[in-house]
């Protein structure tokens, strides 16, 4: 019991530190600010949360269904009452509460994430699903967590961090298109300084050693190609993670044997990668290179993800060129390559149709079609400004004013919200003209115009046609002093 009182004033004196040392940080008038202490064990099996609302909450969830199973104990702190839970809603009456104490079995979350088998001992994953239990968020309204950790303890988390504070971080509303992951205990955790934003990267740690830095070295330079695009990295708070594992039973001819951005709380960039494959592989894959230029959009509807994977398939292939990874010609194949797969695919569906249905050779025209787009915007808007727009410029513009968002876009507010950037529109025109029509974009004659001459399905670039200085500009290389320089 005493231990206990000692306990709880030691959280009282520890919430009243935290709140003085947020002070100063500005936030909209409007805004709810809830302000969590979440403190972990010497052995990482129980974690202690104390949440303070802005305002009595009565509607307090979780977003996993499992998390009632890893719920050990959840109070009203001002009066002590026990709160019971149904699934992942706690069960509040009244008119609410204004602190909520809980406590999580760590440990059992850990064990019943099975890509933890795969982990070593010293550190573990868990999605902050099963153990963030919380009210809705609006708008700007947003939470501050504080962790409290054993020594030496490493925490990662998607939030955006809090730089005046160590283990401290800002979680807003989001799209949450999946289930981020947290990681606890030792893993290799550094910040690169990719033109000017400090990108988390973290690699979970699969063995005794690792040697992490010829992995960091990749992902900043695949980084560092994304603000060849327009000098900026997309999202100034983004973490990638990575998961490196050796001799993996699953055949692949890429070193990066999955990848996903994940909008939950905040966006983070998971790669999972075969270790044992050569670096120089890694290089020139252009899988890492596709999950990061997905942060270029927000978070579409399902129905119009042909957007968002068009778009990163056209990218990645412009950004591997302008950084010297992919040679003109070979990103011109790749391109026409996919294009051509696209206009094969299920040539009976509109995009909207093939992403909304689960037909599972619609595939290409979902990655396709978005590519094709993204291709007749760019050299559109190239033509007709002399080169003065282009598909970054609009992309620069929709990132100051939008980036990163806290919701879902349609790809018809995208659309429209390009063209507001532009005196003459064009996006939502090709939206019309495409996105509910069956069959394929024909970009052959624009490939044509281009310079892209095919012979036998192999690319060869002429200099002769009337748009091949935009083709060269699209892909010339950008390559400024890379990383951190
Ligand atoms: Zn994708």
Redesign the pocket.
């Known amino acids: 019991m005493r231990t206990i009182i000692i306990q709880k004033r030691r959280q009282a004196v520890f919430i009243g530190v935290l709140c003085v040392a947020l002070i100063g940080i500005a936030s909209p008038a409007s805004a709810a600010i809830h302000i969590y202490t979440i403190e972990v064990d010497a052995a990482l099996s129980r974690m202690e949360v104390v949440a303070r609302f802005a305002a009595p909450a009565n509607a307090i969830s979780a977003r996993s269904r499992d998390a009632g199973r890893f719920l050990l104990d959840a109070r009203d702190c001002d009066n002590g009452d026990q709160i019971s839970n149904r699934g992942r809603r706690l069960t509040i009456s009244g008119n609410g509460i204004r602190c909520l104490s809980y406590a999580v079995d760590l440990r059992s979350a850990a064990q019943a994430d099975q890509r933890n088998d795969l982990l070593h001992a010293s550190n573990f994953l868990v999605t902050p699903t099963v153990w963030m239990w919380r009210p809705r968020l609006g708008g700007d309204d947003e939470i501050r967590v504080q962790f409290r950790l054993p020594n030496d303890v490493q925490v990662s988390v998607p939030w955006r961090p809090i730089k005046t504070t160590d283990n401290a971080y800002l979680l807003n509303a989001s799209p949450q298109s999946g289930s981020a992951i947290a990681i606890f205990g030792h893993f290799d955790s550094s910040v690169a300084n990719i033109a000017g934003t400090d990108l988390r990267i973290e690699l979970l740690r699969v063995a005794e050693d690792i040697d992490a830095a010829p992995i960091v070295d990749w992902i900043q330079e695949t980084a560092y190609n994304i603000t060849l695009a327009y000098g900026r990295f997309p999202n100034p708070a983004a973490r990638i993670v990575v998961f490196p594992i050796g001799n993996t039973p699953w055949p692949s001819d890429s070193p990066v044997l999955f990848g996903?951005?994940v909008r939950d709380g905040g966006e983070t960039v998971e790669l999972l990668i075969d270790s044992q494959q050569p670096m120089q592989s890694f290089y020139e894959d252009w899988t890492a290179t596709?999950?990061l230029s997905?942060m270029m959009l927000p978070y579409l509807r399902a129905e119009q993800r042909w957007i968002?994977?068009g778009f990163?398939q056209y990218y990645q292939n412009v950004l591997l060129a302008r950084a010297g990874r992919y040679t003109e010609n070979y990103a011109w194949q790749k391109l026409y390559d996919g294009l051509e797969r696209g206009r094969e695919s299920v040539p009976g569906l509109s995009p909207n149709a093939a992403a909304s249905g689960d037909e599972r050779n619609s595939r290409m025209k979902i990655?396709w079609s978005g590519a094709a787009l993204a291709l007749m915007a760019d050299v559109e808007l190239r033509q007709r400004s002399h080169g003065k727009e282009s598909l970054d410029t609009v992309l620069d513009q929709f990132q100051r004013c939008c980036l990163p968002s806290q919701r879902t876009w349609s790809g018809a507010e995208l659309f429209t919200t390009f063209d507001s950037f532009l005196e003459l529109p064009l996006f939502m025109n090709l939206y019309r003209q495409y996105a509910d029509a069956a069959g394929f974009p024909n970009v052959r004659p624009l490939l044509g115009q281009l310079g892209v001459a095919v012979d036998d399905g192999e690319v060869r670039l002429r200099s002769d046609t009337e748009l091949a200085e935009i083709r060269a500009a699209l892909t010339a290389q950008r390559y400024t002093g890379g990383p951190g320089k």
Request: hydrophobic share 20%.
């Open positions: 996903r951005v596709h999950e997905h968002g994977e990163a990655y």
